[in-house]
């Protein structure tokens, strides 16, 4: 099977670049979870293996409860990805943070509620650390790439991940800007939960298409100019983070250095390796296989 270093996880627009990248490649993938959110397209964009998956899937028909997260990482790391760069689309709730910028956030509160949101719901029991939910390290690498864009990325930012469908009522919206988010989204939960699992790597690029309903739009504006001017917000937003990734992957010179992420389930399987069933030890295999050997490294 192919392989691919690094995965993307974004809209349509990220796709489109890849697709149009020579050798590029559709892949059928199959995983435990079912099939991911659209067959993953491997391409070799900027002299680097990438794996690209379309996170609500050909025509964007999925909603952001129903995005098969767990097939989506495990797909990614069925192709030897080990670090993931997501993007998706939020609400701004701070003043400073415009439509159309960047932000590299640093921390999640997870509102989600109706999602699959972890590999280990059976069998076993694994508790990984999340205090830093995205890379540090991949962070900074985007922070670097960053500055050689013109436009504003700001370095970090609180990202608060509700279940949605729908959008936030004008309370909420001033209760998430109290609680101290900066940006409110649905998608990158579980995502980076799952990452984190899955030992992968993974920073989200959020892009603010507009202000949160705490800042109520000027009244003469029509509701569908404001729609307009949100997908044109959405189109700059997104090109602007295809230039930043495409700066991030110039700078990826040589092998990933050593991370704590991708060494997340060192100290993480709390149960007794010797008591895990063979049907959780073969289906979990990919995750898990490496940490079997002995029963030394957890907390049981
Ligand atoms: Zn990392």
Redesign the pocket.
Known sequence: MKHARIGIIGGTGLGDVLAKEAGCETLDVTTPFGPPSSAPVIANWEGMDVAFVSRHGPGHKLIPSRVPYRANIWALKQLGVS?IIASGATGSLREDIEPGHLVLCDQVIDKTFRRESTFFDEGIAVHVELSEPF????RELLTEAGKRLSTTVHHAGTYVCMEGPQFSSRAESHMHRQWGGDLIGMTCMPEAKLAREAEL?YALVALPTDYDCWRPPAPDRAQEELLREIMGNLRQATDNAILLIREALRLMDGPLPP????EALKLAIWSDKRLIDARTLERLEPLIGAYMTDNNGGPA
Do not use: E, M
């Open positions: 670090a890379c540090p390290q991949l790597c991370c704590r992420c991708r």
